[in-house]
């Protein structure tokens, strides 16, 4: 009965925190699971009860987190289905992801991406897998955009792994030309021994654009290697938890001969403390330390090398109130970021909020 | 059963407070137990206890210092950036790593640099640390806590040929009554190449010592004393502009009177500084005596208010700046000091969230004027 109690508290507490604003603020290290942690793993969605999460922002996106999106999920027996609307995707973002690297003068992200999910729970194993689609087409101006991916992932004890394969991703307008994404993809996994949780992924993708005139003007590639381990410590509703890790990225643009590669040690710590009953407080520092080299060459001319870099020092910090089966997140947005004013105020209290209802 | 009750609100006083906006509300007196003292005296990391502490702040932290030159006292902006510090036990031991912490003898030396270059109207954009480190390790022998830190900082810009490095080490020693610590500016630069925009800039710290102690005369009497030495040479375009060198002394007395969770105290200091700029022959002294008067209390069970006025006590307050034989600045005794730091601490179970209010002379709270240099603690 103990260890039956141990676990519905211990889901309870996973359940009861979930926004952007909360990842954001726990430093997006890689042993959370969370509403959010279900756009790259899909089988997050099977170890945490049905909800129904709204993230704000504006219809048109623009900054990474800065667009408005949803996601309900339901159970049916063993198994869950989930419906995301206005999720962004990296490859596919025109303000922070690949698409803002295609030089157009006028470029769109997804428009009215939708998501479809399914997991089942099968023997210790819950799996799920995830349909990515958005479409658009202005047949006046000649602009269209669409993508499709899929993301698939499963939890079996300690262990973790996702896959995720972006299957299309095109954008073209009859003045700046054709974008269109090559096959991207991203393979994980993770495992949790004890207090220590220890992960790695692969992450590769890119693009080739072309002018209006029908002449190449990019051919961009990049690939992501990182490994982590995180100690994470959890005490009457308290977690804290430290972690190191080493990243490797490598970019290619063929066309202009340019390359980037980067290597770098982020080590980071956080919290996330029940202030009161209602009342969640979390944050966390990090820090690229050590290593930190990045090196961009165009042709045989480098115009870029450090090793090691600048101040890479930022904290975040963000708070969560909880209202019976409802919390509201957000990020104390003078306490976040790289140009923290330091203040808590009236004009810098609640960013990038989120609410999630546990059905 | 009473001793582990009183034991267990020291150890739950001492894990409350532990943010730079506390200490900057209580006016910096020496007499203090904080975590961001750890940094200069690793052994405080086991009165502080088991911890993760958060720093609100900016992450290109640069320099805003300047006016007067040389001045060897400010360090004040090294609180603008963004920063963190865990504490953890390993048996008996205590171990320190925190991130982005910059030094306040390295901030200082550059803030000085950069007052010199923007009276002399330079092309000279030196950085602070980057990315700083500092891992620190106290352990207890006999009746004796001993500690030792070591900070470190590197930034190498190849393409736009700059560099800058600093290295330090701190020691300090604590007993029931008496506390000593050490600290070693090792290496302290920064430099441009003859690539970089600005060629042969450069900015070396000389070798940097620092040491001070303090001592419990009684229960409620605490007795310090210091003494700083350092400097640093500059060069504009391969050319020496500044050849600085100076010395601090300080030696203080506090009385501290606690009562039902709150603290009042007051104390008296005498500071001398020496500052010399070699190269253009200025020199710049002064002798003050800081008086303080502080107050840290708990309003009520998840909220604690500080505060605290200094003000350089008239009578021995002098100030003397000469550039040759020309004496530019001579004040004795000098114009209005006195100022007014005060803070708020919310204590939720074993979280803390400090704050400053009433900031640079505002005599108003409200939602535009809450808290400021917001830090967190949570003792696990």
Do not use: C
């Not at chain 2, 720093?55 to 609180?79: H, K, L, M, R, Y």
């Not at chain 2, 925009?197 to 005369?217: E, T, W």
């Amino acid at each position: 009965m103990k260890k039956v109690l141990l676990v519905v508290v211990a889901l309870a507490s996973t359940n009861a925190f979930a926004t952007r604003a909360r990842v954001n603020a726990l430093g997006n290290s890689p042993h959370l699971v969370d509403t959010q942690t279900v756009y790259s793993n899909p089988a997050d969605m099977m170890i945490m009860g049905d909800y129904v999460t709204m993230e704000t922002g504006t219809t048109a996106g623009g900054a990474e987190g800065a667009n408005a999106e949803g996601m309900v999920t339901r159970s049916m027996g063993d198994s869950k289905m989930g419906l995301s609307l206005g999720h962004q995707s990296k490859n596919a973002s025109a303000t922070w992801g690949l698409r803002a690297l295609a030089g157009f003068a006028t470029i769109k992200s997804q428009q009215n991406p939708v998501e479809f999910s399914y997991g089942m729970k099968t023997a210790d194993m819950n799996w799920a897998a995830t349909l990515v689609y958005s479409n658009y087409n202005d047949k006046v101006a000649s602009e269209k955009e669409s993508s499709m991916g899929i993301r698939t992932g499963l939890r079996m004890g300690a262990l973790d792994a996702k896959l995720n394969i972006g299957l299309t991703n095109t954008y073209e307008n009859a003045t700046d030309g054709k974008f269109k994404g090559n096959m991207g993809l991203t393979a994980g996994a993770g495992y949790a021994m004890d207090n220590l949780y220890v992960s790695g992924a692969v992450t590769m993708a890119g693009f080739k654009a072309e002018n209006a005139a029908g002449t190449e003007t990019k051919d961009y590639s990049a690939t992501e290697i990182a490994a982590s381990a995180v100690s994470s410590h959890k005490k009457d509703g308290n977690e804290f938890f430290y972690g190191a890790g080493l990243t490797s990225v490598n970019t290619k643009e063929k066309v202009a001969d340019s390359k980037t590669t980067q290597l770098y040690l982020p080590v980071w710590m956080g919290l996330e403390v029940d202030a009161a009953s209602w009342l969640t407080v979390r944050g966390s520092v990090t820090q690229k330390t050590l290593i930190n080299s990045t090196k961009v060459e165009t042709g045989a001319t480098t115009t870029t090398e450090t090793a090691p870099g600048a101040n890479s020092t930022a904290v975040a910090v963000g708070a969560g109130m909880k209202w019976n089966k409802l919390t509201l997140d957000g990020s104390l947005t003078g306490l976040s970021g790289a140009a923290a004013n330091q203040k808590v105020d009236g004009t810098n209290l609640l960013g990038q909020v989120g609410v999630t209802y546990m059905f | 059963m009473k001793k582990l009750l009183t034991l267990a609100l020291v150890l739950s006083s001492a894990s409350a407070f532990a943010t730079r906006a506390r200490v900057t509300a209580l006016g910096n007196s020496a007499h203090l137990t904080d975590g961001s003292y750890i940094y200069n005296k690793p052994t405080y990391a086991a009165i502080v206890g088991d911890s993760l502490t958060l720093e609100s702040g900016v992450t290109a932290n640069g320099f805003t210092t300047t006016g007067a030159v040389p001045d060897a006292t400010d360090s004040s902006d090294a609180n603008l950036g963004a920063e963190g510090m865990m504490v953890r036990s390993l048996g008996d031991a205590k171990f320190v790593l925190a991130l982005g912490h910059d030094d306040s003898t390295t901030f200082m030396n550059r803030g000085m640099a950069n007052a010199i270059k923007t009276n002399a109207a330079l092309t000279y954009a030196i950085r602070p640390q980057q990315n700083p480190l500092f891992l620190a390790y106290a352990t207890k022998m006999g009746d004796m806590h001993v500690g030792a830190g070591l900070r470190y900082s590197n930034f190498d810009d190849k393409k736009g040929d700059e560099k800058e490095s600093t290295m330090g080490l701190t020691f300090d020693a604590r007993g029931d009554k008496w506390n000593v610590d050490l600290d070693l500016g090792l290496t302290d630069e920064w430099k441009t190449g003859a690539t970089n925009a600005s060629p042969g800039d450069s900015f070396k710290g000389k070798s940097a010592i620092g040491l001070s102690g303090g001592y419990d005369l009684t229960d409620s009497l605490y007795v310090n004393a210091g003494f700083m030495s350092g400097g640093f040479k500059m060069e504009d375009n391969s050319a020496e502009v500044a050849d600085v060198e100076y010395t601090n002394i300080n030696a203080g007395i506090t009385e501290s009177i606690k009562k039902d969770g709150t603290e009042f105290f007051y104390g008296a200091g005498l500071l001398s500084t020496s500052a010399k700029e070699k190269t253009s022959d200025s020199k710049v002294t002064s002798l003050k005596m800081p008086l303080i008067i502080g107050l840290e209390a708990e309003a009520n069970s998840w909220l604690v208010i500080r505060g605290s006025v200094t003000q350089n006590l008239l009578l021995v307050d002098s100030d003397k700046t000469t550039n040759g034989a020309t004496t530019a600045v001579e004040t004795a005794p000098g114009a209005n000091s006195t100022k007014l730091a005060a803070g708020a601490g919310l204590k939720f179970n074993k979280l803390t969230v400090d704050g400053s209010i009433l900031a640079a002379g505002s005599q108003v709270i409200n939602s535009a004027n809450l808290l400021g240099t917001v830090g967190l603690t949570y003792a696990f």
